[in-house]
């Protein structure tokens, strides 16, 4: 028989063999498997709580960064004129988002306060709070949306209604859509087919004929449909047939679909440099040392048509070197130096002159000239000051032509594609600056350096004032 000794510390039994059996494992495996699985399942739910609060952590880590950025860069936006106007304009929206940034703000810091205090009452806020954030984007989202997509659908409208009843009438809305049209390569407002029914078409085509239907058979579309809207073939090709399908000389493929999407990407990446920008600018207001350091560099002024010197319906682009619209415009510095060159050149045939013009010539009447403060040579041939028309030319600038300009404070003279016109202005007096003027579609385009052709000997370029300069 096997003796057994009992050791009353550890409560294990021996057997003579020497191989001992715990009795306290005994004693766990077959009574208390129970509180095993306690254990095991309490492992396991801490095991869910710890991921469930590294998520809540980082959610809100997010929210309070892109929150703070979100209200920095609004309260950065507000301090600028800009950004006001814009607050002025279109409210609800820059109003929406300052909600929804402050909003996602007060998310994160609720959330880091629930996760570092273990309180259920406050993360129960916590999911509340990011729910109505998410809310919130998600309305924002689709407001911006629906009126992105109402003003595209207004601004086809406008198009439509200026090609079929402004066109050609109305000369700073012909020239702006010209403009549009010449951009975007674009003809019409659906596509080349929707100047058949146009008032100026009517106007323009000689020969109406029309089908049983009434459809008019034959239209004609304007310059600023061609591809090259100087060209003779533009002048051959832009009367059309309404069956016509396809021409090489006009835009007739690009729709206002196409013009709508291209205003979408114009759009869409004017939003994100603008997002950009301000971010840059908030982030150098806090330090983060995302944004380059400012380096103070001096920007070179340029010779211009000046915005500040023009009439109350002309419309400059391209930075001041294209004017259309109604009405005149002065250069934005004075003729100092002895003899001083510039050249315009005529982009679209109407209404227009070219000369000098003082700071109190009349802007807003056309044509230029009927003033004792302005000397232009004008679209008719006629060179006027002061109502009266001291010279006439018969060659007649066209589409395509450039005018040069001289002026050595003795005489004003003109050139036609590099050749003297010999009609000079010999009254000029006092402080002059560069003058254009257009009307009925007419499109200019002023040019102050890089000219087409060379200067006559001794003139050069118009050189800025010193006070231009040291600004």
Request: glycine fraction near 8%.
């Amino acid at each position: 028989m096997m003796a057994r000794n009992v050791n009353s510390e550890t409560y294990t039994v021996t057997n003579t063999n020497g191989r001992g059996s715990p009795l306290l494992l005994r004693y766990f495996r077959g009574i208390d498997r129970p509180v095993i699985r306690q254990v095991r399942s309490f492992r396991d739910e801490n095991v869910r709580y710890r991921f469930l609060k590294w998520i809540a952590l980082s959610i809100s880590t997010v929210s309070v960064v892109a929150g703070g950025l979100g209200v920095g860069t609004t309260l950065w936006a507000l301090s600028k004129t800009t950004y006001l106007q814009i607050v002025r304009s279109s409210s609800a929206g820059v109003y929406l988002l300052m909600v929804s940034v402050a909003l996602l703000l007060l998310t994160g810091v609720v959330g880091f306060t629930g996760v570092l205090r273990h309180n259920k009452s406050i993360m129960g806020s916590f999911i509340v709070l990011l729910f109505a954030s998410l809310v919130f984007f998600l309305v924002g989202g689709i407001w911006t949306y629906i009126t992105a997509t109402q003003t595209d659908q207004l601004s086809l409208q406008r198009v439509a209604q200026i090609v079929r009843y402004d066109y050609g009438k109305d000369s700073s809305k012909t020239a702006l859509l010209d403009i549009v049209q010449q951009s975007f390569r674009c003809c019409g407002s659906t596509n080349f087919l929707s100047w058949t029914t146009s008032s100026y078409s009517l106007n323009q085509t000689e020969t109406n004929f029309r089908s049983d239907s009434g459809v008019r058979l034959t239209f004609t579309v304007p310059k600023s449909c061609c591809i090259e809207p100087a060209s003779q073939d533009c002048q051959d090709h832009r009367h059309m047939k309404s069956d016509t399908t396809a021409n090489k000389y006009i835009y007739t493929k690009l729709s206002s679909q196409n013009l709508t999407f291209l205003l979408g990407v114009t759009k869409i990446v004017s939003e994100m440099a603008s997002i950009f920008c301000c971010f840059r600018g908030c982030a150098s207001f806090l330090d983060l040392g995302f944004a380059t350091p400012a380096v103070p560099i001096k920007k070179q002024p340029t010779i211009a048509l000046d915005q500040q010197q023009i009439g109350q319906e002309v419309v400059l682009v391209k930075d001041g070197s294209r004017i259309c619209g109604t009405g005149g415009a002065l250069g934005n510095t004075a003729i100092m130096q002895d003899k001083a060159y510039f050249e315009v050149r005529l982009q679209q045939s109407g209404i227009w002159g070219i000369g000098l013009g003082s700071e109190k010539a009349d802007l807003n009447t056309v044509p230029m000239g009927n003033d004792t403060d302005s000397w232009v040579m004008c679209s008719d041939g006629y060179l006027r000051h002061n109502k009266e028309e001291t010279h006439h030319i018969t060659q007649l600038p066209q589409e395509g032509d450039t005018i040069g300009v001289s002026y050595n404070h003795i005489e004003l003279n003109f050139y036609l594609n590099g050749q003297k016109l010999d009609c000079p202005f010999t009254n000029v007096r006092g402080q002059v600056y560069p003058a254009v003027y257009v009307d009925d579609g007419a499109v200019l385009d002023v040019v102050f350096d890089n000219f087409v052709h060379d200067p006559p000997p001794g003139f050069d370029k118009i050189m800025l004032e010193q006070s231009l300069l040291e600004t």
